[in-house]
């Protein structure tokens, strides 16, 4: 293992801390953190360094992005809409990371594109299916599910609650995939490997998974989430199936009652 890939998995292991001590609270620890990452800095080779202020603007805009969420509560706006604000703060640390990642002349979503539909997806029993397939049972299945989701809600009289869920879902789904799969996967990647990349994104995107509590089996069930998103967006080197996996996980556990906006 070289020094840079060392340095490359200290930094992962740094994120995972921070985001941890950050999404509990607990902000003594997680401020020593992030000072000890700024004086750092200035010793990172190019590739690490981009990839700590990558770190330090998402911080910074998760700072600002709680801070801009309890002004808005101040106006006493009506709970479905402060959900939704709630949703559109996400671009606050995604605009700062784009930021970021342009000053250091680098792609910003690598894999926002069109799916590539060429290769195949090998499983370990002999058996291989294309990726064309793939995504098409993908895109059946979030389809037929949420259409007889919606006819279990609909004939309960509550239309608009199916759709606020499903707008809900769509800006945080998209949001969110831009954020972890679109931008800080293809990044640990570049700083360790895939399998490492894979793994450390998806925790991170587990432990920031706060929205609906701090529920520890919630956590672990977004972090297995997120090993399975990232892997559809390697192999399709494509956001948007993951985006559509996203949406029709989040629509039926909402839907389904088994996780709750809190509004």
Known sequence: MNSNNQKGILLSVLFIFMSYFFTRGLYSPFFVLLIALLLLVAFFKEGMRSFAWVVISFFLGNLLLVYMDTFMESFHFPHYSLVMYSQMLLLIPILLISYVSKKFKQEIIPYFQKPILTGKIQLPINMAFSLSKVFL??????????????????????????????????????????????????????????????????????????????????????????IFLGFLTIKFKSIFPSVVVHFSVTTLLLIFGWMVIPI
């Open 137 to 226: 049972i993908l895109c059946l299945l979030s389809i037929l599910s949420i259409i007889g989701s919606l006819f279990v809600k609909i004939e309960d009289g509550r239309l608009s609650a199916v759709l606020f869920i499903l707008l809900f879902s769509c800006i945080n789904a998209l949001l969110e995939e831009v954020l972890w799969r679109g931008i800080f996967l293809p990044k640990l990647i570049t700083i360790t490997n895939h399998p490492l990349g894979m793994v450390v994104t998806s925790i991170a995107f587990g432990l920031h998974t706060t929205m609906f509590g701090f529920s520890l089996i919630l956590s672990i069930s977004y972090m297995l989430l997120g």
